[in-house]
């Protein structure tokens, strides 16, 4: 059986929330110690100039510019309304785009794109069709074009959350929503750590809730593995992460182990363990990987396995596939700052 643990805490006195699944760090939230946008925050924002041959704008917000893409019929001036969606790379602009989210525990508010959608985890049909009439009552009279989407935590919700959660989601929405005029702010901020966790973490059943046990449960050690380069295997081999100012490099690496299975073994180790890797440490962008030496007819395999670990990540993937050199390419979307930034 799967044991969910969350634990709230600090570190280096800045709150933090972690999700540890079996013992293993699973995923980390940490707050941020500056000003700069973070994913989920809603900005009202100018329209600055327009980059040609780059099929984007770029837009002033409070403290700096931000990166709208396709942003056809946009005019120098306007005022709108973005989201973050992504850490800023270095000085770069800050992704931004104009489709909002208002993101709660039960549901999620989507303007611009409208229907009542329900998480495909729940699966009896009868509470599905008893979430939808909760939601077409509670959602009737808003904006044509907003839609609303059921979360998997409805499942084990009474009826009364659900309808609370819906009505506070859609007034935050439309609150926000008709805030359209002055200059560059912060209308809506992105959730602390903690506030976050209980959001997103919340979706499958969790065991225990600890509080400041960081150091007392071992997260502290665990968070400090994820600061290192080398990632050791149970097998014996090993694989190095490093950020680089272009890409990411992950190089895989068999150690002792010279039988004729041992680079396959040491890349499907490798595989499985990279998406938990890149997440928790807040790499994303272009990451190149140099897979151990494998015969050629062993890709086939590994790609199945990197499609199937890739296939439940929240961020944006694309597996690109591998080059002439036998290197592996993918994207991965920078939805956070990186862990080695954060606690610099």
Same mark, same amino acid.
């Given at each position: 059986?799967?044991?969910?643990?969350?634990?709230?805490?600090?570190?280096?006195?800045?709150?933090?929330?972690?999700?540890?699944?079996?013992?293993?760090?699973?995923?980390?939230?940490?707050?941020?110690?500056?000003?700069?946008?973070?994913?989920?925050?809603?900005?009202?924002?100018?329209?600055?100039?327009?980059?040609?041959?780059?099929?984007?704008?770029?837009?002033?917000?409070?403290?700096?510019?931000?990166?709208?893409?396709?942003?056809?019929?946009?005019?120098?001036?306007?005022?709108?309304?973005?989201?973050?969606?992504?850490?800023?790379?270095?000085?770069?602009?800050?992704?931004?785009?104009?489709?909002?989210?208002?993101?709660?525990?039960?549901?999620?508010?989507?303007?611009?794109?409208?229907?009542?959608?329900?998480?495909?985890?729940?699966?009896?049909?009868?509470?599905?069709?008893?979430?939808?009439?909760?939601?077409?009552?509670?959602?009737?009279?808003?904006?044509?074009?907003?839609?609303?989407?059921?979360?998997?935590?409805?499942?084990?919700?009474?009826?009364?959350?659900?309808?609370? +959660?819906?009505?506070?989601?859609?007034?935050?929405?439309?609150?926000?929503?008709?805030?359209?005029?002055?200059?560059?702010?912060?209308?809506?901020?992105?959730?602390?750590?903690?506030?976050?966790?209980?959001?997103?973490?919340?979706?499958?059943?969790?065991?225990?809730?600890?509080?400041?046990?960081?150091?007392?449960?071992?997260?502290?050690?665990?968070? +400090?593995?994820?600061?290192?380069?080398?990632?050791?295997?149970?097998?014996?081999g090993h694989m190095m992460i490093e950020a680089t100012s272009a890409l990411i490099a992950v190089d895989v690496n068999t150690g002792p182990d010279t039988t004729p299975a041992a680079g396959l073994k040491a890349n499907i180790a490798a595989a499985r363990d990279l998406p938990r890797q890149l997440r928790l440490r807040g790499l994303g962008g272009q990451i190149v990987v140099d897979f151990a030496p494998m015969v050629k007819r062993d890709r086939a395999t590994l790609d199945q396995v990197l499609r199937a670990a890739f296939r439940g990540e929240a961020s944006e993937t694309s597996l690109v596939?591998?080059?002439?050199?036998?290197?592996?390419?993918?994207?991965?979307?920078?939805?956070?700052?990186?862990?080695?930034?954060?606690?610099?």
């Amino acid at each position: 059986m799967t044991v969910r643990l969350i634990h709230l805490d600090q570190i280096r006195g800045r709150e933090a929330a972690a999700l540890i699944v079996d013992g293993l760090l699973e995923d980390l939230l940490i707050a941020a110690d500056n000003d700069q946008p973070l994913p989920g925050a809603i900005y009202r924002v100018v329209v600055d100039r327009q980059m040609k041959g780059q099929g984007g704008v770029f837009v002033r917000m409070p403290n700096g510019s931000g990166f709208l893409r396709q942003a056809s019929g946009l005019r120098p001036g306007q005022t709108i309304l973005v989201q973050v969606t992504g850490a800023a790379e270095g000085s770069k602009a800050t992704p931004v785009t104009t489709r909002l989210l208002f993101k709660s525990r039960l549901c999620i508010v989507t303007p611009g794109a409208p229907g009542i959608n329900i998480s495909r985890r729940i699966r009896d049909e009868g509470l599905r069709a008893e979430l939808t009439i909760i939601a077409q009552g509670l959602m009737a009279g808003i904006e044509e074009d907003t839609g609303l989407i059921l979360r998997s935590a409805c499942e084990e919700a009474d009826d009364g959350a659900i309808a609370d +959660d819906i009505a506070a989601t859609r007034a935050l929405a439309e609150a926000v929503a008709a805030d359209i005029n002055g200059g560059p702010e912060l209308l809506l901020d992105a959730p602390a750590p903690h506030e976050a966790a209980w959001r997103d973490w919340s979706d499958q059943p969790v065991d225990e809730v600890i509080e400041n046990g960081f150091a007392s449960h071992g997260v502290l050690e665990q968070i +400090d593995d994820f600061l290192r380069a080398r990632v050791d295997f149970p097998s014996g081999g090993h694989m190095m992460i490093e950020a680089t100012s272009a890409l990411i490099a992950v190089d895989v690496n068999t150690g002792p182990d010279t039988t004729p299975a041992a680079g396959l073994k040491a890349n499907i180790a490798a595989a499985r363990d990279l998406p938990r890797q890149l997440r928790l440490r807040g790499l994303g962008g272009q990451i190149v990987v140099d897979f151990a030496p494998m015969v050629k007819r062993d890709r086939a395999t590994l790609d199945q396995v990197l499609r199937a670990a890739f296939r439940g990540e929240a961020s944006e993937t694309s597996l690109v596939g591998w080059t002439g050199l036998g290197l592996y390419e993918l994207v991965r979307k920078r939805d956070r700052l990186p862990l080695a930034d954060v606690l610099a």
